[in-house]
Every structure is written in C-alpha cells, then in structure tokens.
C-alpha cells in the first residue's frame, strides 16, 4: 500500500506562483512514476505532468508546459509541482499519484496510475 499526501495548495492571483508537494510512503518510492492531474468542477480529471522513477524524464501537458515544473527527490519520497505564471484556468483539485506507466502515452492516463492523494485545492483568482 501506498500513502500519498498532497500540501501548498491555496489562493493567488493570476501571474503568481505555487508549489505543491506530494509526499509518499509505504514502499520503495523510486520504482514508481509520480504524476500530478487536476479537476475542475463538472470536468474530468486531466493531466498535467508526470515524472519517472528515477527522475531522468518529464512529461507535460501541453497547457502547462514552460510554467509548470514536475521534481522529485527520492531521499524525501516527495514530488514536487512548480507552478508559476498561474491563470484562472488552471483553478482545480490537483491530485497526485503513483503508477508504474511505461509509455509516454501511458505517463498521461489516470487509469495507469494506482495510487491516489487526497487532492489540494488550488484558485486562481482574476
């Protein structure tokens, strides 16, 4: 079993910046991909970025791409969600989760990943 608790969601405004956190537990974490997904209300659940096991390749969607930066640092079994430049349209729930995808397609599919945090909100604001 894997345990995975998000953090640093909150409030800013447009332009401005957050880091969210996802920290794991309960089995070797650098085995797994970690990826972040978000959802916005009455939406589906999208992906935003995902990271391999040893850290050595990302993957983005294309909206968040130049202002989001996927990290992780396996001797903290944490992942990390640079986001900056943030707009309203990138106000959601950001979930993150564990998985072992092995396609680049796969990195980008929920149904891929077997473990899932809470979710943290992040807003926006105009």
């Known amino acids: 079993q894997v345990q995975l608790v998000e953090s640093g969601g909150g409030l800013v405004q447009a332009g401005g910046s957050l880091r969210l956190s996802c920290a794991a537990s309960g089995r070797t974490f650098t085995r797994y991909a970690m990826g972040w997904f978000r959802q916005a209300p009455g939406k589906e659940r999208d992906f935003v970025a995902a990271?391999?096991?040893?850290?050595?390749?990302?993957y983005y969607a294309d909206v968040v791409k130049g202002r989001f930066t996927i990290s992780r640092d396996n001797a903290k079994n944490t992942v990390y969600l640079q986001m900056n430049s943030l707009r309203p349209e990138d106000t959601a729930v950001y979930y993150c989760?564990?998985?072992?995808?092995?396609?680049?397609?796969?990195?980008?599919?929920?149904?891929?990943?077997?473990?899932w945090g809470q979710g943290t909100q992040v807003t926006v604001s105009s």
């Open positions: 990271i391999s096991g040893s850290g050595g390749s990302t």
């Open positions: 989760a564990v998985g072992l995808p092995v396609t680049e397609k796969q990195y980008a599919q929920a149904g891929d990943y077997d473990y």
